[in-house]
Nanobody, 114 residues
Framework: QVQLVESGGDLVQAGGSLRLSCAASRSIVTFDAMHWYRQAPGKQRELVAT???????NYADSVKGRFTISRDNAKNTVYLQMNSLKPEDTAVYYC????????WGQGTQVTVSS
């Protein structure tokens, strides 16, 4: 069983920055891709950013140019650097590891005040 533990969520003012971390209990190079999703109250969970095992990245249009996903294979950790935060970025952010079996973290709350 793989565990994913997110951290870094916080309350921040609009325009501020946060860096989320997702620490895996096993080597992340074994995953085909790792993703960050978010879910705001009353809304469906949406894909925010993806990084593949080869290092390719992809972003939702709503966060392009503001968010950056990265990985540190030595630390088995994936990051989401979030800059120029907006109130509409408020959500619970989840880490998802894609493999033969998919794994999810418990989520970390990001709240952006206006």
């Amino acid at each position: 069983q793989v565990q994913l533990v997110e951290s870094g969520g916080d309350l921040v003012q609009a325009g501020g920055s946060l860096r989320l971390s997702c620490a895996a209990s096993r080597s992340i190079v074994t995953f085909d891709a790792m993703h960050w999703y978010r879910q705001a109250p009353g809304k469906q969970r949406e894909l925010v950013a993806t990084i593949t095992s080869g290092g390719s990245t992809n972003y939702a249009d709503s966060v392009k140019g503001r968010f950056t996903i990265s990985r540190d294979n030595a630390k088995n950790t994936v990051y989401l650097q979030m800059n120029s935060l907006k109130p509409e970025d408020t959500a619970v952010y989840y880490c998802h590891a894609e493999a033969w079996v998919d794994y999810w973290g418990q989520g970390t709350q990001v709240t952006v005040s206006s």
